[in-house]
């Protein structure tokens, strides 16, 4: 059932309304920078906090299992309760994370803070719904392919800025500026971004969301530290079993509950499925670009292989694959209007996997290395505007920040994959050097041919996909999952006041 009703207050101005987009680009750039803003801290953590290597970690896994969690979760009480008011609510925990780690050196209030920081990972995912809601057609495609390159954007262009900060600054700082950053965010939402007219109707999913979180917390945990547990410690296959088991529970569960949390029956359609599928490709394929790309330049020149470069210099190695990715959003766009979403995706894959194989070939070179990463990320940014674009037409009008928020949480699990692969294939295949222990170039050169063997298993995932056919969505869709209904307001009656 569908029903409409009008928002009380007055729609932003036309200038105002212009602001949107570039104001939730803004904060999908600065969430997703966060993902990897500790990333050139971690060696120096033990000196500066008295914490060990081990618990320094966890200032990274904190962060990925947090945004896991909290991206599907608040994406769907987003569609229930309004994505503008959720929107808001991510960005003052982001802030407050930032604040926590500015203030204090206890590894116990950074991991904490970090927590809080991961948990903003569902600014993108809301992003893209309230760009379909607010948004005119005609601009819905070039706006959501920005939305999302964002965190490919935001990933580059943290570790280059907090490697700058890191050298020569006291490492607070950082924090500090994350803080003002979300709370810059959080003033903007207010000032610019309305209220999304759409709605879902239910009761919230509470056992669904308790089955979820305890899934991928089990899943993700036996993944991210697998490599120091053991592969076949008890600890990592007991994780792994409990979650499987738990996982079948809670699907049992919400394929016989009104309002889930996540409608695996439309989950299962091939057109979401498959895109989910890619998702996680991508995910594996990028991250291991970034993983690789700053550790393999830092290496000692005593390896043979290594150019002895700063951590500055390893970070703005991938500066300029950030840049690729804002400057190629509108191309994607363009391409997935004239040739479907699922053109784009194949054509990102492959671009993906042709920019390892000049990896490959050229690990001696910094210009030649910057080069075949930046042809990554370009593949990245085609590939990360399109998958919105096909969960879009797959899904209900009413579930479109749920829906992008598991897309999104697949691309989190695929980068958890790719850490822990990159983890174990860089402490294996190693030899000794003047310095002491090192990777060997083949342990970076089977790094490469993984990820661009990734690349091409999405590759196949998209021709799979149902031809681009145009979709005709309403919020009637949302009739198809009983206990549901939308209330659509007005775009131009939210006021950007109301929360």
Known sequence: MASAKPASGT????ARRRLVV???????VVVAVMQTLVVPLLPHVPELTGASASAAGWLVTVTLLTGAVFTPLLGRVGDMYGKRRVLLASLGVLTLGSALCAISSDIGVLIAGRALQGTALAVIPL???????ELPAERVLPSIALMSSTLG??????????????EDFDWHTMFWASAALG???????????????VRSRGRFDVPGTLGLTATLVGVLLAITQGSGWGWTSALTLGLLGASVGVGLIWGWYELRTPSPMVDLRVSARPAVLLTNVAALLVGFSFYANSLVTA?????PTSTGYGLGASIVVSGLCLLPGGLAMVALSPLSARMSAAYGPRTALAVAALVMAVGYGVRFFTSHSLWLIVSGATVVSCGTALAYSALPALVMRAVPVSETASANGLNTLMRSVGQACCS????AVLARLTFLTEGGSAPTLHAYLLIFLIAAGAALAALVAALFLPSD?????????ADARPGVTVAVSPPTSAAPGNA
């Open 183 to 197: 709370l810059t965010d959080l003033l903007l939402v207010l000032w610019i971004v309305p209220e999304s007219p």
């Open 127 to 133: 992003g893209i719904s309230i760009i379909r809601d």
């Open 295 to 299: 550790q393999l330049v830092q290496e």
């Open 420 to 423: 822990a692969v990159v983890t």
């Open 22 to 28: 570039p104001v939730l680009a803004f904060c999908g």
């Open 469 to 477: 056919r145009p979709r005709q969505d309403t919020p009637c869709d």
């Open 11 to 14: 729609a932003p101005g036309p």
């Open 153 to 166: 954007i935001g990933a580059a262009i943290g570790m280059p800025v907090a490697a700058l900060v890191t």
